[in-house]
C-alpha cells in the first residue's frame, strides 16, 4: 500500500509530466488541424489538392522525424537523465512553435518560406520524439508496480487532450478576431491563425517552470549513482540480439496497430468529416471535441483494467474491434451527411450574390453563395466563384465550396460514430506505456521504449491521413479505399500481438 | 504454439517482401506518369521510409523462424543477453 506522502509525491509527478506532455502535443497538433490554411499560406497555391499534400507531406516530415528524435533524445535521457532531457524537448518544442508563428507567408518571401516552415516542423518532430518517451518512463519508474498501468494512463491522455486542446484554441481564436463571424474567419486566415502558434510560449513557460522543480527519476537517480548508466544506449538497444527482438516484437506486435487506430480515430476521422462528408469546419471541430471529452476518462479506465487483467488483451481487442468496425462506422459517417435522394425544399432556397473589384485588376470577383435545406435538416451551403470582365466575358474560377451543416439528430449521430473510434484509440493506447516500459531495462529503456513508440505512431500512424487521401485519389471511385491502409495494419499488429506478446505485467521495473 | 511462432516467421518474411515491392512498383509507376517535383517527393519519401521498416519486418521473421520468440524474457537480464 501507498503512503499519502507516496500518492501527493506520485500526483505532482503526473502533473509536471502530464502538463509539459500535453503542451507538446498542442504544439505538434496545431499544425496539422490548420493544415489547409498553412498550405494557402506557405505552399503555391495553383492547385488546392497539392498545396493540401504538401502541407500534409510536411505534417507527415514531422512524424517521420520522430524514431530519429527518439534515438537522439532517448540516448541523451539515458545517459545524463530523464529530467533534463524532456526539459530541452519542451523548449525547443516551445521555440520552433512559436517561430512558425512568425514566419512570413510565401507571397512575402517566396520558396523561403516554405523551407523555413518545413525546419521548423522538423525541430517540433525531433522534440517530439524525445519527449514522449521521457515522460512515460519518468512516471513509471515513479509508480508502484501495481499501479504502473493506472498512473502512465494519465501520460496517454495527454495526446488527445493536447489535439482538444489545439481544437478549442482554434476555435476560439476563429470567433474572437472581429464583431462579426464572417469578418472573424477572414481576419483569421489572414493573419489569425498565428495565435495559437504564440500562445504555445505561455503554456511552455508555464511547464518548463513546474518541470524545474521535478527531481530526477529515482532508478536512473540510483543507477547513475552506481555507475551503471549505459555508455552507449543505442548500440545496447539495437546491437543487442535480446532487445532488439523486443524492439521489433514491440513494434510489429503493439505500437504499429496502435498507431494507425490513434490515428484513423482522431486525424483521418476529422479529414473525413471535412473532406468526404463535406460538414463544415466548425461542425466538424465540434464534434470531435464532444467526442473526445466523453472518450477521454476510458483512458484512465483501461489503464487502471490493465493493472488487473494484464495489459495485451485490453490492447488486442482495441485493435479487433477497430478492423471490424471501421467501414460500418464511416459507411454510417456517409449516410448522416448525405443528402443523395433527399428532398429538397425549394422555398427555402436562398441565393445571395456579392461583386467584389479586386483592387487594381481590370475585373472583378462574383461570389454566388447559395443555401439549400433538406427534408432531413442537413443545410448546403454552396459558394461559387467568377471572375467578371468590363467587357462582360465570365471566366469560373476553379473552386466550387461545399459545405454542409447537420441538423441536431445528424450532429450527435456523428459525435457517437467518433466517439466509438476514439473508444478503440482508449483501448489501444491507455496501458500501451505501462506495456512498453515494463518490456526494456532501466539503463537503456528511454532509448529502447522510444524508438518502436515513434516508429509505430509516427510513421505507420500519422501517415494514415496521407496515405488515405492518397489512396483515394488513386482510386477515386471508392470513398472508403482510405480505411484499407489501417484495417491491413491493424490486422497484421492483430495477429503478431495475440500470437507473440505475452500478457503477464512485469512486478519489476527496477532491474 | 511454438511451431506456428515459427512458421508464421516465413509468413511476415514474405509479407515484408512483397508489400515493400508492390509499394516500390507503385511508386515508379506514379512517378512515371505524373512526373512533377510533388509526386516524385511523396513516393520517393514512401519508399525511403518504408524500407528500413521492410527490413525490420524480415529481421523479425526470421528471428520467428529461428525460435527467438520461442521464450520471452522473463528479467532484464534476459533482455540484454
Known amino acids: 500500500m501507498q503512503s499519502t506522502a507516496e500518492k501527493k509525491q506520485i500526483r505532482k509527478v503526473i502533473f509536471a509530466s502530464s502538463v509539459g506532455t500535453l503542451i507538446e502535443w498542442y504544439d505538434f497538433y496545431i499544425f496539422g488541424s490548420l493544415a489547409p490554411i498553412i498550405a494557402s499560406q506557405f505552399f503555391p497555391k495553383t492547385n488546392p489538392t497539392a498545396a493540401l499534400l504538401s502541407t500534409l507531406a510536411t505534417f507527415a516530415a514531422g512524424f517521420i522525424v520522430r524514431p530519429f528524435g527518439a534515438l537522439v533524445f532517448g540516448r541523451l535521457g539515458d545517459m545524463v537523465g530523464r529530467k533534463y532531457t524532456f526539459l530541452l524537448t519542451l523548449i525547443l518544442m516551445g521555440g520552433s512553435t512559436f517561430a512558425i508563428g512568425l514566419v512570413p507567408g510565401y507571397d512575402s518571401i517566396g520558396f523561403a518560406a516554405p523551407l523555413i516552415v518545413l525546419l521548423l516542423r522538423l525541430v517540433q518532430g525531433l522534440a517530439l520524439g524525445g519527449e514522449y518517451g521521457g515522460a512515460a518512463t519518468y512516471v513509471a519508474e515513479h509508480s508502484p508496480a501495481e499501479r504502473r498501468g493506472y498512473y502512465t494512463s494519465w501520460i496517454q491522455t495527454t495526446a488527445t487532450l493536447g489535439l482538444l486542446l489545439s481544437l478549442g484554441i482554434i476555435l476560439i481564436t476563429r470567433k474572437s478576431l472581429a464583431p462579426n463571424d464572417a469578418d472573424s474567419i477572414k481576419a483569421f486566415e489572414d493573419w489569425g491563425w498565428r495565435i495559437p502558434f504564440w500562445f504555445s510560449v505561455v503554456l511552455v513557460g508555464m511547464s518548463i517552470y513546474i518541470r524545474l522543480k521535478m527531481h530526477e527519476s529515482p532508478l536512473f537517480s540510483k543507477l547513475k549513482a552506481e555507475g551503471k548508466t549505459s555508455k552507449n544506449p543505442i548500440k545496447e538497444s539495437l546491437m543487442h540480439k535480446g532487445n532488439l527482438k523486443m524492439v521489433l516484437l514491440s513494434l510489429f506486435g503493439a505500437t504499429m496497430g496502435q498507431g494507425v487506430v490513434w490515428y484513423t480515430g482522431q486525424f483521418y476521422a476529422q ?101 439549400r435545406l433538406y427534408q432531413n435538416g442537413i443545410t448546403e451551403k454552396l459558394v461559387h466563384k467568377d471572375t467578371l470582365y468590363a467587357s462582360g466575358l465570365e471566366k469560373p474560377e476553379s473552386i466550387d465550396k461545399l459545405s454542409k451543416e447537420l441538423p441536431d439528430e445528424g ?101 | 504454439m511454438n511451431t506456428i511462432k515459427k512458421y508464421l516467421g516465413l509468413v511476415w518474411i514474405a509479407l515484408a517482401v512483397y508489400s515493400y515491392s508492390i509499394l516500390l512498383k507503385t511508386a515508379i509507376e506514379r512517378m512515371k506518369l505524373v512526373p512533377t517535383t510533388d509526386t516524385i517527393i511523396q513516393w520517393s519519401i514512401f519508399a525511403i521510409i518504408f524500407l528500413p521498416i521492410a527490413i525490420g519486418f524480415v529481421m523479425f521473421g526470421w528471428m520467428a523462424f529461428k525460435g527467438a520468440y520461442d521464450h520471452l524474457p522473463a528479467s532484464s537480464d534476459e533482455v540484454e543477453d
Not at chain 1, 306 to 329: C, E, H, N, Q, T
Not at chain 1, 477 to 502: N, Q, R
Open chain 1, 271 to 371: 479529414t473525413f468529416l471535412e473532406t468526404a462528408c463535406k460538414v463544415d469546419f466548425e461542425q466538424t471541430r465540434t464534434i470531435l471535441i464532444w467526442a473526445i471529452i466523453f472518450a477521454t476518462p476510458l483512458f484512465i479506465f483501461f489503464g487502471n483494467l490493465s493493472d488487473k487483467i494484464g495489459r495485451k488483451w485490453i490492447i488486442m481487442a482495441g485493435l479487433f474491434l477497430a478492423v471490424i468496425s471501421y467501414r460500418p462506422i464511416y459507411t454510417k459517417m456517409l449516410a448522416v451527411a448525405s443528402t443523395k435522394e433527399v428532398v429538397l425544399d425549394e422555398s427555402k432556397t436562398k441565393i445571395e450574390r456579392v461583386i467584389t473589384p479586386a483592387n487594381g485588376k481590370d475585373h472583378s470577383i462574383q461570389t454566388t453563395t447559395t443555401v
Open chain 1, 411 to 511: 450532429y450527435w449521430t456523428m459525435v457517437v460514430l467518433i466517439f466509438v473510434q476514439i473508444v478503440f484509440v482508449t483501448m489501444v493506447y491507455g496501458p500501451i506505456a505501462a506495456f512498453l516500459v515494463e518490456i526494456f531495462p532501466t539503463k537503456i529503456r528511454y532509448t529502447s521504449m522510444s524508438l518502436p513508440y515513434h516508429l509505430g505512431n509516427g510513421v505507420f500512424g500519422g501517415m494514415t491521413p496521407f496515405i488515405a487521401v492518397l489512396l483515394g485519389t488513386l482510386y477515386a471511385g471508392d470513398v472508403l479505399v482510405g480505411l484499407w491502409y489501417p484495417i491491413a495494419i491493424a490486422v497484421v499488429c492483430l495477429v503478431i500481438g495475440t500470437i507473440y506478446l505475452s500478457n503477464k505485467i512485469d512486478p519489476e521495473v527496477n532491474d
